[in-house]
């Protein structure tokens, strides 16, 4: 609910010409922080984020929310959004391609057999009704074909960010997480990983577009630009991420 309630305030504070309110995917948060700390100094505009689940801000956007510029953890959101005409046409892109991850705060908890080992309590997975990643972890699980057996000890966040801090904090022993949340300058921060094959899901094409709201707004025009410039996906791929 407080996090509901953030995002509400953050839609009814005023806003002037030269901010944008971006809807961010929570895989995204950290390097977005960055990237519009660097946006602010570069051009001036002020970058406004909100963070969740890709599929909530999309029920927000239909809803009437007042964002500009939305970064999605899919690119099916983006695809409806421009189908039911909510977003400027041909604003569309690839801004990132995510990597899933199987973490653990603890350094030698994660083995290639843990999973089919079961010596673990509880299991952290974004829900995959709302959130790509978490879509993308019941695939590699029924990939592996050890969904039936994880299925009792799955504890679901409300998106990804929530299931991150599941692991980190230990109530799950064990989390699928944005390969981004646990990287650091390049490298894979403290605790274990196991980085999960691209063919054990379907591709994360994150897309990013421009929403109608955002048609005349100058510092949504502009982040959409800067997104694509050089120094931006230098960050980008320093978390992980693959760009087009």
Not at 71 to 93: Q, Y
Not at 106 to 125: D, M, Q, V
Request: glycine content about 8%; some cysteine.
């Amino acid at each position: 609910m407080k996090h509901i309630m953030f995002i509400i305030f953050l839609l009814c504070s005023g806003a002037s010409a030269d901010e944008v309110r971006v809807a961010v995917a929570s895989n995204f948060a950290i390097p977005m922080q960055k990237i519009a700390s660097d946006f602010e100094k570069d051009t001036g505009h002020k970058a406004v984020l909100a963070f969740g689940a890709t599929g909530q801000f999309y029920a927000q956007i239909k809803n009437g929310a007042p964002f500009a510029v939305l970064l999605a953890a899919d690119d099916n959101i983006p695809k409806k959004l421009d189908k039911e005409g909510l977003t400027v046409t041909g604003s569309r892109f690839t801004y990132a391609i995510g990597s899933l991850a199987l973490w653990s705060a603890k350094p030698s908890l994660i083995t290639l057999r843990i999973l089919e080992k079961e010596n673990f309590k509880h299991l952290a997975i974004a829900n995959p009704k709302l959130a790509p990643y978490g879509m993308a972890a019941m695939q590699t699980l029924n990939k592996l074909g050890l969904l039936d057996s994880c299925q009792g000890k799955i504890v679901l966040g409300e998106n990804i960010g929530q299931t991150f801090q599941f692991a980190a904090s230990g109530n799950a022993e064990l989390g699928f997480v944005a390969l981004s949340q646990i990287m650091k300058d390049g490298k894979p921060i403290s605790g274990s990983i196991w980085i999960v094959p691209a063919t054990m899901h379907d591709p994360i094409r994150q897309d990013a577009v421009l929403l109608a709201n955002g048609k005349t707004n100058a510092a949504a025009n502009a982040l959409m630009t800067y997104l694509k410039r050089t120094k931006t996906i230098a960050i980008i791929k320093s978390y992980g991420y693959e760009v087009e």
